[in-house]
């Protein structure tokens, strides 16, 4: 379980990193000002939703994986 924290302390930090860079592009983007507050916000959630799904299920198989591996001897 502690590396499903520490999977998800990186998941945050890559999140920030990834608001940083898309509100560097949509500062060259600034011209269209309905997309300054929704498509980062709806990026990064995706961004966010997708990399959380990966860690739990990457912790789960690694949590579950000797139970797997007994099983199938």
Same mark, same amino acid.
């Given at each position: 379980?502690?590396?499903?924290?520490?999977?998800?302390?990186?998941? /945050?930090?890559? @999140?920030?990193? $990834?608001?940083?860079?898309? #509100?560097?592009? !949509?500062?060259?983007?600034?011209?269209?000002? %309905?997309?300054?507050?929704?498509?980062? /916000?709806?990026? @990064?959630?995706? $961004?966010?939703?997708?990399? #959380?799904?990966? !860690?739990?299920?990457?912790?789960?198989?690694? %949590?579950?994986?000797?139970?797997?591996?007994?099983?199938?001897?």
């Amino acid at each position: 379980m502690i590396l499903f924290y520490w999977l998800l302390f990186a998941l /945050l930090i890559s @999140t920030g990193i $990834f608001y940083l860079v898309l #509100f560097a592009f !949509i500062y060259y983007w600034h011209e269209k000002s %309905q997309t300054y507050i929704m498509v980062p /916000l709806f990026y @990064t959630f995706n $961004f966010f939703v997708i990399g #959380f799904l990966l !860690i739990c299920i990457a912790s789960l198989m690694i %949590q579950y994986a000797p139970n797997f591996i007994n099983l199938i001897k």
